[in-house]
């Protein structure tokens, strides 16, 4: 089984960077694409950045309100899947998973049916 399992959320200050981690075992990382989506109470859940698999040349995309300010990057060595955050806005607060499918859909996931999803870590943006 593909286990994921996010880390690294805090409580910041707007304006402050944060990186979030996400770890796999079971399955290479880089044969799926990654996305990281994030929910706050009262929002639908969004995706935020997905970057593609390696067979998809690890294309990445944003939405659009986070273009610039965040990147999302793999390492490979460590099958881990990043999110950087910089410049958090309070408007960020939420709790942010990852998510490993096949084929990124903008920020978003294609097959979410047949996703694995880590347990989500929580990102405080505390003015």
């Known amino acids: 089984q593909v286990q994921l399992m996010e880390s690294g959320g805090a409580l910041v200050q707007p304006g402050s960077a944060l990186r979030l981690s996400c770890a796999a075992s079971?399955?290479?990382?880089?044969?799926?694409?990654i996305a990281w989506f994030r929910q706050a109470p009262g929002k639908e859940r969004e995706g935020v950045p997905c970057?593609?698999?390696?067979?998809?040349?690890?294309?990445?995309y944003y939405k659009e309100s986070v273009r610039g300010r965040f990147t999302i990057s793999r390492d490979n060595a460590k099958n881990t899947v990043y999110l950087q955050m910089n410049s958090v806005k309070p408007e960020g607060a939420a709790v942010y998973y990852c998510?490993?499918?096949?084929?990124?859909?903008?920020?978003?996931?294609?097959?979410?049916?047949?996703?694995?999803w880590g347990q989500g870590t929580q990102v405080t943006v505390s003015l």
């Open positions: 998510a490993a499918a096949i084929w990124c859909k903008g920020a978003d996931l294609y097959g979410l049916s047949a996703a694995y």
């Open positions: 079971g399955a290479t990382l880089n044969d799926y694409a």
């Open positions: 970057i593609g698999s390696a067979s998809s040349d690890g294309t990445t």
